[in-house]
């Protein structure tokens, strides 16, 4: 069994010093919430990285619905080679509650869902490296010219956990 702590609101100092306490004492993984503004999990992770070696670093949950697939493929991608490969992805619908809300119209569950799976589809596209291009009804992606990055560490991608709840 594994096991890993989930760590709901942080500063990316702190979460730095609690990833290497919880190396040191044994934990397999460190999981951060991913907020609509505020510290972002992403840079917190990568000072966590920093300070470890060894256990697997990830969100708990990265609302993908809400972010553009090739942003968060990009974040994945130069964390788990930053630390050399250990990252672990954890995507799902992003709850409706008025901390998003705030910021952004609701949308039902059913274009949530739509959106999930379009961008799954690309982020998987990406992280493979090779010519890539989808169509879908929310996301659009054409083969272009641009560099890619290095491939990942964790082959052929960064693993992903969907994750739900009701």
């Given at each position: 069994?594994?096991?890993?702590l989930v760590v709901p609101f942080f500063d990316a100092d702190e979460v730095a010093e609690i990833a290497a306490r919880a190396e040191d004492s044994g934990w397999d993984g460190l999981f951060l919430a991913e907020a609509v503004w505020g510290v972002d999990a992403w840079v917190a992770l990568t000072a966590a990285a920093m300070r470890t070696d060894r256990i697997r670093l990830g969100t708990m949950l990265t609302p993908l619905p809400r972010i553009k697939p090739w942003d968060l493929a990009s974040r994945a991608?130069?964390?788990?080679?930053?630390s050399k490969g250990r990252v672990q992805l954890a995507v799902g619908l992003?709850?409706?509650?008025?901390?998003?809300t705030a910021?952004?119209?609701?949308?039902?569950?059913r274009e949530r869902a739509q959106?999930?799976?379009?961008?799954?589809?690309?982020?998987?596209?990406?992280?493979?490296?090779?010519?890539f291009s989808f169509q879908g009804e929310h996301y659009s992606v054409e083969p272009t010219d641009?560099?890619?990055?290095?491939p990942t560490v964790q082959q052929p991608r960064v693993p992903v956990w969907v994750v739900g709840a009701h």
């Open positions: 069994m594994k096991c890993g991608g130069t964390l788990d080679r930053l992003g709850a409706l509650h008025p901390g998003w910021f952004e119209p609701a949308t039902s569950t959106l999930l799976d379009e961008a799954l589809a690309i982020y998987d596209g990406l992280m493979r490296g090779g010519p641009f560099f890619p990055p290095d």
